[in-house]
């Protein structure tokens, strides 16, 4: 006499197999994790070898504001170095007037207010007819 029924056995084996496959998920995800964070590392070595100290610092300021920012400049330094145009650290004098080059040469950002029009009274309360 089996302790389980052939349903029950059934459910146990799929069971085990979700169970499986959510370990082996998981591990994936950490390894993924773990090259994300090996690769920031790697990248953050570069920066400060490319850069100066007052360069870095200044960097890490813009990054504190507009993270986004700090990820295109820490690209356009990185392809810069890569492909040699670097033949010194970067100062920062030259850091300024990379950052406006990207500010000047991005799309302007810009501030639309859109003010109702007086004619518009369909969510006003008419109080008169109370």
Same mark, same amino acid.
């Given at each position: 006499?089996?302790?389980?029924?052939?349903?029950?056995?059934? !459910? /146990?084996?799929?069971?085990?197999?979700?169970?499986?496959? *959510?370990?082996?998920?998981?591990?994936?995800?950490?390894?993924?994790?773990?090259?994300?964070?090996?690769?920031?590392?790697? &990248?953050?070595?570069?920066?400060?070898?490319?850069?100066?100290?007052? +360069?870095?610092?200044?960097?890490? !300021?813009?990054?504190?504001?507009?993270?986004?920012?700090?990820?295109?400049?820490?690209?356009?330094?990185?392809?810069?170095?890569?492909?040699?145009?670097?033949?010194? &650290?970067?100062?920062?004098? +030259?850091? *300024?007037?990379?950052?406006?080059?990207?500010?000047?040469?991005? +799309? /302007?950002?810009?501030?639309?207010?859109?003010? &109702?029009?007086?004619?518009?009274?369909?969510?006003?309360?008419?109080?008169?007819?109370?």
């Amino acid at each position: 006499m089996s302790g389980l029924g052939a349903g029950e056995e059934e !459910r /146990a084996k799929q069971m085990a197999g979700m169970q499986m496959q *959510q370990d082996s998920d998981m591990q994936e995800m950490a390894e993924r994790q773990k090259q994300v964070q090996e690769m920031q590392e790697k &990248k953050r070595v570069m920066i400060r070898q490319i850069l100066e100290p007052e +360069a870095l610092e200044r960097l890490s !300021r813009v990054g504190m504001v507009k993270p986004e920012k700090k990820e295109q400049a820490e690209m356009m330094l990185l392809q810069m170095a890569q492909s040699g145009r670097l033949t010194e &650290k970067v100062t920062d004098a +030259a850091l *300024q007037q990379m950052m406006e080059k990207m500010v000047s040469s991005g +799309a /302007a950002t810009s501030v639309t207010i859109q003010r &109702k029009r007086r004619d518009d009274d369909d969510d006003d309360i008419d109080l008169d007819n109370l």
